[in-house]
């Protein structure tokens, strides 16, 4: 089958085509709005959903062309119904059940954090059932324990900033731009991750639950009391903080690897695109099988919208309404 995804939750227009006989992406095209809301410091819906109006089209021409395919050949098209932004995610929809009326193929919608779930499944190798996953994006922290395609049992999630919230917001307090995430990381390259002590959040407690707006308000006092805001201190903040994040994701994991004799550990999300993260999780957790997808398909994008709807589409049968759902937990899939 080959399935034409749309990603619109947010901020990027994502278009890929999955072909499932080859279990690759024959095509995508993504346009990120983000220099569009640097200004504004974080996304605005209604400038998001304007925005993808005028790219949906002319990016699913273009991914149909790199693909060297017609509509015909395309067997069926996923969206992206929720979580996300209302206005973004009904023009996703708005557009995709359009194409499948006129094209005459069926449609489906698609759970975002399933999506960057299931992306890994196009590595090589790729994880193998159950495992844990650890969800890590502007809107999520979740632990989730995957037994199968749709079988997701939520183990833990924030109870306050997503772990890229707390990113993109340390990220304004010190000046940088936004998405602040890849811009900390730059920053905190240069930096010493033991210049400052920030608080482990909810470490020492045994449920499975994450908490990041007291990092967030730990990096504010610390801005707030230094007069000199030069470079380095930037930089050493930025590695600090970095490093607090690391050990509290760290740390939950290895508890929900042993509590649910779990060995295997996936990834998913924005945030896994952090390369110190993604070194620090392998040092530490020796004897466990990590996945992590390709740094380009961390973030939002059409293919892992295209390789769930495979597998949805496989399992139900077309929708005949738009249907979003702005939030929507994992395990009522
Ligand atoms: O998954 P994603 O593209 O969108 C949501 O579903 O939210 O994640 C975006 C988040 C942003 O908060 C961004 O700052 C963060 O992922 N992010 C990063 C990195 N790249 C993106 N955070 C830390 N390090 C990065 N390299
Ligand atoms: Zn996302």
Redesign the pocket.
Request: aromatic share 8%; with cysteine; proline share 5%.
């Given at each position: 089958m080959r399935i034409l995804g749309i990603e619109t939750?947010?901020d990027?227009t994502g278009v890929a085509i999955y072909d499932s006989d080859d279990n690759i992406i024959l095509a995508e095209q993504l346009f990120t709005q983000a220099s569009k809301h640097a200004q504004y410091g974080g996304v605005v819906p209604e400038l998001a959903s304007r925005d993808h109006i005028p790219k949906l089209l002319p990016l699913i021409s273009m991914t149909l062309e790199e693909a060297n395919l017609s509509p015909d050949e395309i067997d069926g098209i996923a969206y992206t119904s929720g979580p996300?932004l209302r206005g973004p995610l009904l023009t996703g929809a708005a557009l995709a059940r359009s194409l499948s009326i006129g094209w005459n193929k069926p449609c489906v919608g698609i759970n975002?954090?399933e999506a960057?779930l299931l992306i890994n499944l196009l590595e090589k190798p790729a994880p193998s059932f159950p495992f844990l996953t650890l969800l890590?994006?502007?809107?999520?922290c979740l632990l989730i324990k995957a037994s199968g395609i749709g079988e997701y049992e939520q183990l833990g999630q924030t109870r306050d900033d997503?772990?890229?919230?707390a990113?993109?917001k340390v990220?304004r307090l010190l000046g940088l731009s936004?998405?602040?995430?890849?811009e900390?990381?730059k920053m905190a390259k240069e930096g010493d991750h033991l210049s400052y002590v920030l608080p482990r959040p909810m470490t020492k407690e045994n449920h499975l639950d994450f908490s990041f707006s007291g990092l967030k308000t730990a990096v504010y006092y610390l801005v707030k009391s230094q007069k000199q805001k030069n470079q380095e201190f930037i930089q050493n903040i930025c590695a600090s903080f970095?490093n607090a994040v690391a050990e509290t994701l760290i740390n939950k994991c290895k508890r929900a690897l042993s509590v649910h004799n779990l060995s295997r550990l996936v990834v998913?999300?924005?945030?896994a695109?952090?390369?110190?993260?993604r070194d620090r999780l392998e040092v530490e957790l020796k004897g466990i099988d990590l996945f992590f997808p390709k740094l380009e398909r961390?973030?939002?994008n059409g293919a892992m919208v295209a390789l769930t709807g495979f597998y949805r589409l496989k399992k139900s049968k077309s929708e005949t309404s738009i249907n979003i759902k702005p939030r929507w937990n994992l395990s009522e899939i």
């Open positions: 939750s947010c990027e996300g975002h954090m960057h890590i994006s502007g809107g999520h997503a772990v890229g919230e990113f993109d990220a936004y998405p602040g995430g890849p900390v990381e970095q998913g999300g924005g945030v695109a952090n390369q110190y993260l961390c973030t939002d």
